[in-house]
C-alpha cells in the first residue's frame, strides 16, 4: 500500500464543471419526490371525526393514540392485532408522559375488553365454567382501562381543570363510565337469579382474575333496606324516550344507571301464598325505578399506589343527595339522569289501559288512590303533590313533572307525589279518600310531623283534579248539608242517622299541611259538554266496581230513604260534571282556606271574548275562580297542562314559593 504522499493527485475539477454537477444533484432530488411531508385538505366532518374518533365512538384507536405508538416505534395496526404485546409495550417503554401512557393504556384496554365482551355476548352460557371464566377476563379488562382513566384523570401532573377544554380529557372520562357501564352489566347478568338471601349475595367481594373487587353502598342510602331487591339495571345509554319533550342529564363521572327495584317480601308472598299471608296494602308506594350513578374507585394515596393496586370498589351513588365526590381532593360532578327512571316508569307502568278500564269497569281496575313518590322520601324538601283528571293517569303529568325535576332550582326544593285515583268514583267520595291517602302517606314518613317535606304543600290538579285539589284546600261549612237538607227535606231522625253515618262526605276541612294550590282548566261549576250526546253515551257505560257501586247506592238510600229512585250513573265521577248536577253545584260553593294563595290556568281555542271562551270541554265561567293570585289565559284546548306556557307559569309559581319562604324564615 501506498503511503499518502504517494497516491496520485485527484484530478482538478473547474469552478463551472462543479457549479453544473451541483445543480443536476439538487433537480435530481426533487424529481426523485424526497420531500416528506404533504398537505391535503379535510371538510369539517372529517376534521371532528379525525380529531375526536376513538375505541368507542369508531371502533378504531384514537389519534392521540396514535401518537403515543408512534413515540415508541409502534404503528396502530400490529398493536391492534396483538393488543397484550402492545399494552405491554406502554406499559414498560419509556418516552411517554404519565398522560400518554394512561390515556393510551385506558384506551387500549377497553377495545381489549369490547372484543372479550363480544365474545361472551356470543358464548354458551350453559358451560358455567367457561362462561364465568370469560366474564371475569372481560371484567378485568373493563377495570384495567377504568384504573389507566383513574390515573389519567386525578393522579396525572396536570389537575382536571388544566386539562379542562381538552378533546383528550372527554375521551377517558368516557372510558372509565362505560368500563363502570359494563363491568356493572356483566355483574348483574351473573347474578339476577340467586336468590338475594343466598350466601354468596351477602358477600361484600369478589376475586376476579387478580384483583378482589368489592362493592360498597354507603353512598346509596336506599340498597341498605334488607327487603330491597334489584330486579334489573338499564345503563341510561341503552334507552331512548318518545313523549318527553326533553331528557334531562348532568355529563360528569361515573356510569349513568337506572335501578328496577322490588320487595323481597313481596316476592315470597307471591310465591308461597300460603307461607306468607297477605300485609294490607298501603295507599302509598315508592315509584319502582330509581336513578343511580355508579363509580369504580381505586384505593391509593399516590400514582404509584394506585397503579400498583389490585383492588378495586364499586360503588353506587344516589344522584338525589348530592351532585359530587371527592377523589385525591378534587371534587368532581356525577354523571346524571333525571328524567330516565320517570321515563321508564311510565314506559311500564300500563297507567293509559287501566284508568280506562277502571271508567268503564274493564281488566285491570284501580281500586283505590295510590300515592306515587317519584323519588325516595326527603324530609327537607318540599312536596309537590299532583292530581291528574277524568279517565286519566300520572301520564297526564309526563312533561310537567320532567320539567320540574329539569330545573336545578326546583330539583334541589321540591318532591313530586303523584294521585293516581279511580276517577269513576264520586268526587266527594274521592275528595275523601284522596285526603286520607295523603294524611296517611305523610305520617308514615313523619311521625313527628317536624319535617319541612309535610309543611306549605303545592297541590297541582288538572280538570277533575283540579277540582279535588280546590276542595282539598276548601271548607264545606253547611253548604253540603244545607244543600241535602233543601233536596231531600230528611225528617230528624234521618237527618240524625245521616250526620252519623256520612259525616265526612258532607263535613270537611281544609288540609292544613297546603298552602299553594294551581288548577288547570278545572270545570269548579260543571261543564254543558258533559250533557252533549257523547259525553252521555259514555257516561252510561261508566260502571263503578262493585263494592262502590253498592256503598254509592247504600250512601243515597241512607241519605234520601229506601223507596227513593235515583239514577247511580248520576253519581259517577262522570255524571258530576255535568253543570246540572246538584252535586257540583253544592261543591263549587265551599269556599277555599284565606291561608291558600291559588293560581288559575285556563286554555281557550276560541277566538271571541274570555268570558264566553272555552278549551273545547270546559267553558271559561266554569273555570274561573275569583280571588286567584294570577290567572293565565292559554291558547290551547283541554289538556293545557301540558302546553310550555303553562309549564313555565307553573315553575315561576313553585320559584315564587320558595322566595315567599326564605322571605319569611328571615321575617321570624
Not at 43 to 72: N, P
Not at 279 to 290: G, I, K, N, T, V
Not at 521 to 534: E, S
Request: aromatic share 8%.
Amino acid at each position: 500500500m501506498r503511503s499518502r504522499a504517494e497516491r496520485a493527485p485527484a484530478a482538478c475539477i473547474s469552478p463551472a464543471s462543479f457549479m453544473k454537477r451541483l445543480l443536476i444533484l439538487f433537480s435530481a432530488l426533487i424529481l426523485s419526490g424526497c420531500a416528506s411531508v404533504t398537505v391535503s385538505h379535510l371538510d369539517s366532518s372529517k376534521y371532528i371525526e379525525a380529531r375526536r374518533g376513538d375505541v368507542i365512538t369508531t371502533g378504531t384507536l384514537s389519534h392521540q393514540t396514535d401518537e403515543s405508538l408512534f413515540i415508541l416505534g409502534y404503528d396502530t395496526p400490529d398493536c391492534t392485532s396483538d393488543l397484550d404485546k402492545c399494552i405491554h409495550l406502554v406499559q414498560t417503554e419509556g418516552g411517554l408522559t404519565r398522560e400518554q401512557r394512561q390515556s393510551a393504556l385506558s384506551e387500549i384496554w377497553l377495545l381489549k375488553a369490547f372484543r372479550l365482551h363480544d365474545s361472551l355476548k356470543r358464548s354458551n352460557a350453559s358451560n358455567e365454567a367457561e362462561y364465568r371464566k370469560l366474564a371475569n377476563r372481560a371484567i378485568d379488562a373493563y377495570l384495567q382501562s377504568a384504573r389507566a382513566a383513574y390515573l389519567y384523570l386525578f393522579y396525572s401532573n396536570r389537575t382536571i381543570n388544566m386539562r379542562a377544554l381538552e378533546d383528550r380529557q372527554t375521551q377517558v372520562r368516557d372510558y372509565y363510565n362505560l368500563s363502570a357501564q359494563n363491568s356493572v352489566a356483566i355483574l348483574y347478568d351473573r347474578y339476577k337469579d340467586m336468590d338475594p338471601e343466598s350466601p354468596e349475595m351477602q358477600e361484600t367481594s369478589e376475586q376476579i382474575e387478580n384483583w378482589t373487587l368489592y362493592s360498597d353502598v354507603r353512598y346509596y342510602p336506599m340498597l341498605s333496606d334488607k327487603d330491597l331487591q334489584i330486579l334489573n339495571i338499564t345503563a341510561d345509554s341503552t334507552v331512548s324516550f318518545k313523549g318527553i319533550r326533553n331528557e334531562y342529564v348532568r355529563d360528569g363521572l361515573g356510569a349513568r344507571t337506572i335501578l328496577t327495584l322490588g320487595s323481597i317480601s313481596k316476592r315470597k308472598r307471591q310465591a308461597a301464598p300460603e307461607k306468607h299471608p297477605e300485609e294490607p296494602q298501603l295507599p302509598w308506594e315508592r315509584m319502582p325505578y330509581a336513578p343511580a350513578t355508579v363509580l369504580l374507585h381505586f384505593p391509593g394515596k399516590t400514582y404509584k399506589e394506585v397503579e400498583e393496586t389490585k383492588k378495586a370498589i364499586l360503588a353506587p351513588y344516589d344522584i338525589d343527595s348530592g351532585i359530587g365526590v371527592s377523589i385525591n381532593k378534587i371534587q368532581v360532578p356525577l354523571a346524571t339522569n333525571y328524567s330516565g327512571a320517570y321515563g321508564l316508569w311510565l314506559a311500564n307502568s300500563n297507567f293509559a289501559s287501566q284508568s280506562l278500564g277502571t271508567v268503564f269497569g274493564r281488566g285491570d281496575v284501580l281500586e283505590r288512590p295510590r300515592v306515587f313518590l317519584m323519588q325516595p322520601y326527603r324530609p327537607d324538601r318540599k312536596t309537590i303533590v299532583l292530581v291528574h283528571g277524568l279517565a286519566s293517569s300520572p301520564e297526564a303529568w309526563v312533561n310537567t313533572a320532567n320539567e320540574i325535576m329539569g330545573d336545578e332550582e326546583l330539583r334541589d326544593h321540591y318532591q313530586i307525589w303523584q294521585v293516581y285515583y279511580p276517577t269513576s268514583w264520586p268526587i266527594s267520595v274521592n275528595r275523601k279518600e284522596i285526603a286520607k291517602a295523603l294524611e296517611a302517606t305523610f305520617r308514615h314518613y313523619d311521625k313527628t310531623g317536624r319535617n319541612p317535606a309535610g309543611r306549605d304543600v303545592v297541590l297541582i290538579g288538572h280538570s277533575m283534579g283540579g277540582i279535588i285539589s280546590r276542595l282539598l284546600v276548601s271548607s264545606s261549612g253547611n253548604v253540603i248539608w244545607d244543600d241535602y237538607v233543601k233536596r231531600y227535606q230528611p225528617d230528624a231522625a234521618r237527618q240524625k242517622e245521616v250526620r252519623e253515618k256520612l259525616s265526612d262526605i258532607f263535613f270537611f276541612e281544609p288540609m292544613k299541611r297546603v298552602n299553594r294550590a294551581v288548577f288547570l282548566a278545572a270545570p269548579h261549576r260543571g261543564t254543558p259538554y258533559a250533557d252533549k250526546t257523547l259525553p252521555r253515551i259514555l257516561m252510561s257505560m261508566v260502571k263503578l266496581p262493585g263494592a262502590m257501586l253498592s256503598a254509592v247506592t247504600n250512601t243515597v238510600r241512607i241519605m234520601a230513604g229506601k223507596d227513593v229512585p235515583f239514577n247511580p250513573d248520576t253519581m259517577t265521577g262522570v255524571g258530576n260534571l255535568s253543570d246540572k248536577n246538584p252535586d257540583i253545584q253544592a261543591l263549587a260553593k265551599c269556599e277555599i282556606s284565606p291561608k291558600v294563595k291559588y293560581y288559575s290556568i285556563i286554555g281557550d281555542e276560541t277566538d271571541g271574548p274570555i268570558e264566553e271562551s272555552t278549551d273545547g270541554i270546559v267553558p271559561y265561567w266554569s273555570s274561573h275562580l275569583p280571588g286567584a293570585e294570577r290567572e293565565l289565559i292559554i291558547p290551547s284546548g283541554h289538556s293545557v297542562q301540558e302546553t310550555p306556557k303553562a309549564i313555565l307559569e307553573i315553575r315561576a309559581i313553585l320559584k315564587e314559593h320558595l322566595l315567599a319562604l326564605k322571605i319569611g324564615k328571615k321575617a321570624r
